[in-house]
């Protein structure tokens, strides 16, 4: 039950934010509940590995490749459902603790939250990082011209 309302606030939020930067009308839905998805990875992750950086790299990973697909169905650019996705992700807890340690001049604990929240961010950009170039590299090699290895007609001499 507690993942079912979770779902359902990170898609709201999902929702919100792409109204508010003027998302198609038609990608709102989609983004909303990529988005959903994506945050039930992440607490599940979270659940059973124990580590807050591992949950935000496969959930980035995973609203990143499911950006990608949903890009390429909907004709739209996989940004437009990347970031409504990675927003419920961002580490504005350890941010806003290292601000709270730096006021209150606990430096040692600021510092402790500042990698917290770096490594969080880290975690995230590297799983986008990573899908957008596996993306990148399968188109590349769908464009990729088959007669420099196609040695059988080369050696028959024919011409393609």
């Not at 779902?7 to 939020?13: A, D, E, K, Q």
């Not at 059973?48 to 390429?72: C, G, K, P, T």
């Not at 500042?114 to 899908?131: E, M, N, R, T």
């Not at 769908?142 to 028959?156: A, M, N, P, V, Y």
Request: aromatic content about 16%; some cysteine.
């Amino acid at each position: 039950m507690l993942y079912i309302k979770e779902f359902i606030i990170s898609t709201i939020s999902a929702f919100g934010f792409s109204y508010v930067f003027n998302s198609p009308k038609k990608s709102v839905l989609v983004s909303g509940l990529n988005a959903g998805f994506g945050w039930v990875i992440f607490r599940l992750v979270e659940q059973f590995s124990e580590s807050v950086y591992i949950a935000s790299f496969m959930s980035a990973l995973f609203i990143a490749i499911s950006s990608e697909v949903l890009a390429r169905i909907f004709h739209y650019p996989a940004s437009i459902f990347i970031f409504p996705g990675i927003i419920n992700l961002c580490p504005g807890e350890a941010i806003y603790n290292t601000m709270r340690y730096f006021i209150a001049n606990e430096t040692p604990m600021a510092i402790i939250s500042l990698y917290k929240a770096l490594g969080i961010a880290a975690a995230i950009a590297f799983g986008v990082l990573l899908s957008s170039s596996f993306s990148l590299s399968l188109r590349t090699y769908k464009e990729r011209s088959h007669r420099r290895t196609d040695f059988l007609s080369i050696l028959l001499g024919r011409k393609k």
